[in-house]
């Protein structure tokens, strides 16, 4: 299945392309990169164009296309990379597109039918309505560091996050960093109350308890993996944001179920607009 990214010649949708074609070298995968835009953001229909404008329109957008597949195999000749031009609504494509993807790549923000990607509805629809995991592009790595990020809240229902990190590390021969913050006691059950004054350390070490019995299975199937615990008494996305200085790349989760109903949670919400590096979002 390929990796998708979508382009539209801006810098950060370059760095996207770039990006994705490390990525497709990593997994051995091939690259599919797109142009989304609906064909009236080009037709004005009450100012008649020549025939051939259309044309002319189009073979621009491949010459853009050509150029960034040049940033995707830079130094990967291998890479196979194919393009496309798609008239539609920039989300829908790329949701769709998603179906048969193991990967989505997109910018942090761009123009045209990406403008403002990381803080307007592309964005959100792309990273709640995908069925692959989405990579948010921000300001990738001049170079390694050899860790990638990945948060963990400890409750049930996280295998597919975590195996997704693993072999996420395990593909890019990367330490591991298991990030679990806590900001108070969990709650045990339905209406549990908490009291207002408590042991830290004695809540400290039963999160560490927590997160080692999240991540002991995992550890197990992927042995070759360097895997870092990271226990921390803070709000997730200030620890999340914080571990990603000094990392590659942030794995997280997001809701699964309607899109509508949901939203994209305020965690992954502060992460995606403030990480130090790419963000990976899987949903369940």
């Known amino acids: 299945m390929p990796i998708v990214v979508g382009v539209d010649g801006s810098t950060p949708s370059l760095q996207a392309a770039k990006w994705a074609g490390q990525e497709a070298a990593i997994r051995g995968a091939p690259l599919r990169m797109l142009y989304v835009a609906p064909q009236w953001a080009y037709d004005v229909p009450l100012v008649p164009q020549p025939h051939e404008w259309g044309t002319g ?7 853009m296309l050509d150029h960034a597949a040049v940033y995707a195999r830079a130094g990967r000749p291998q890479v196979r990379v194919t393009t496309d031009v ?3 609504r920039p989300a829908d494509a790329l949701v769709s597109a998603a179906e048969e993807a193991q990967l989505l790549v997109v910018g942090s923000r761009g123009r045209g039918g990406f403008a403002e990607l990381l803080l307007g509805s592309v964005s959100r629809d792309v990273v709640m309505r995908a069925s692959c995991p989405v990579a948010v592009i921000r300001q990738p790595r001049t170079s390694d ?3 990638i990020v990945v948060g963990v809240t400890g409750k049930p229902g996280q295998d597919f996050l975590l195996d997704f990190a693993f072999r996420e590390a395990a593909l890019r021969h990367a330490t591991l960093r298991a990030v679990h913050a806590w900001v108070h006691p969990a709650a045990r059950f339905p209406g549990d109350m908490q009291p207002v004054v408590y042991d830290v350390e004695q809540v400290r070490q039963e999160e560490t308890l927590l997160l080692a019995e999240a991540i002991a299975g995992l550890r197990e199937k992927f042995p070759d993996v360097v895997l870092v615990p ?15 200085a000094e990392a590659d790349l942030v794995i997280i989760a997001t809701r699964s179920g309607p899109p509508a109903l949901l939203g994209l949670g305020s965690t992954a919400h502060a992460v995606l607009h403030h990480s130090h590096v790419p963000v990976i979002t899987v949903r369940p």
Request: hydrophobic share 45%; aromatic share 0%; glycine share 4%.
């Open 57 to 63: 329109v189009e073979a621009a957008l491949r010459e």
């Open 86 to 88: 798609i008239d539609s």
């Open 145 to 147: 560091r050899g860790e």
């Open 230 to 244: 990271h226990i921390v008494h803070r709000h997730p996305a200030r620890a999340l944001i914080d571990a990603s």
